[in-house]
Each structure stands twice: as structure tokens, then as C-alpha cells.
């Protein structure tokens, strides 16, 4: 199957690499320029990256840490976590404020 279809590359072409010792996108485009022009191919080539042991991409981290990840997604691995105790303040979420808008 195609991962690639603006420089023609294949699933096989992208474990390959990932068996060589890619570990990131950029790394894999580096090799075989999958992911390079249009783009539409880096979730496919972040998911073999997953599949196949690599670190998942800081989206799927940020989203497991929040509570929004798939639950039928692998899991991420946990990033950095601040120290707790009496020297960590406890900060509220930054929120957004809401604008209301009027249609004329």
C-alpha cells in the first residue's frame, strides 16, 4: 500500500527505514522524501513509527495528558511531570475567554 503517493512510496519502503533506524518523519524523508511535498502522509508514517516502537508524535502525548486520547490508540508515553509538594503551585488551566458574536 502507498503511504506516499506524491513520491510513490510504499508501507514496506517507510518499516524499512524505520528497521534502519528512523525514528522520526523528518528521518524517513530523509531517506526516501515521503512526507515532504504535500504532507497528507505524515499521520500514516507517525503511526508506523508508533507501530513499530518509535516515539509517538507530541500530539498524541499532549492528548493523552490532557485525557482526550483514543481510547483505542496506543498509548503515549508520559512526559515530564512537575515535582508535587508545598514548592509546586497549584495553577488553574489558562482558559480562553468566550466573545460573543453578533450577525448584522
Known sequence: MYVCMCHAVTEDQVKKAIDGGASTPRQIAKGCRAGTDCGSCVRRI?????????????????AAKLGLADPGAPE?????????GPSAPARAPKVAPVVSLRVA
Open 76 to 84: 503515549a508515553s508520559p512526559g515530564p511531570v512537575a515535582p508535587a
Open 46 to 62: 507517525q503511526a508506523l513509527l508508533g507501530e513499530h516502537g518509535a516515539r509517538p508524535c507530541p500530539t498524541a502525548r499532549l
